[in-house]
């Protein structure tokens, strides 16, 4: 039996095929009430109170109707278990819909189109935080956090981004000249976020969207939500116009502060390079060379 079955078995569940293999290992699941989504976390990323937290969040803004998957419990009522190789198992409602767009591939929609649903993103993501206001957490709710420690500080979440190997002197210093402005000019209202708005965890179902892949969320701030969601297309024609549209669905106009929320994504994803991909792995140049992109804008500009 695999790890994956035995994990199914307390929902009664079969496995159907694996969906995404990145923080966590993710399988579409058959169970009786229809279809799931079987998540077996990575080992030391996320504490098992973090994990119960994370559904806790999801399954309130569920509750609030909000298009967001809601946490399954298992057969004995547990909404986390564990396994017996340590780690632990969860299971979410099934969303439909296709994602947003892929890394690295320009959007298959028409750009009105995408338009019209990174307004509607934004909209959704002021739904989740002003919901997200109005809950009183419960007692030992944990999650990381996106302040301004955690994006810049000297030990930020994902890592020490100026530190990465593959970065060339040069970029060594543009990465600390790019956080000690970020430390200066980061600000604004702090609550539980997403903070993992990709295109992959946004589903779309018409004209609507939903979200999914809560596993990064935590406290931070609000605006880094919507420099998260903008982070994959900062290098495309279409970038301004899709960060209008999403700002205008949120409500804000403090454009200077969503790209620097954008430059600070990039630079947290340089540091969530270093321990998980492997030393050749193009990907550490991309993500490198996007954020000495950003940087270089956004410090042109003071």
Known sequence: MTLAEEAAGHWGGRVIRLIRDRENHVFEMAVPEGRAALRLHRAGYQSPAAIRSELWWCAELARAGLPVPAALPAGGGALLVPLSDGRHASAIAWMGGEALGEAAKPFTRPLPQVLDLYHALGALLVRVHRVTDGLVLPEGFTRPRWDLEGLVGEDPHWGRFWEHPVATPDQRVLLIRARDALRERLSGDIGLIHADVLRENVLVNDRSVSLIDFDDSGYGFRLHDLGTALVQTVQHPEHPQLRDALMAGYGTTDSAMVEAFVLARTLASVGWTM??????????????????????????HG
């Open 275 to 300: 321990p998980r991909l492997a030393p050749e792995d193009p990907i550490h140049r991309s993500h490198l060379a996007r954020a000495e992109f950003c940087a270089g804008r956004i410090l042109k």
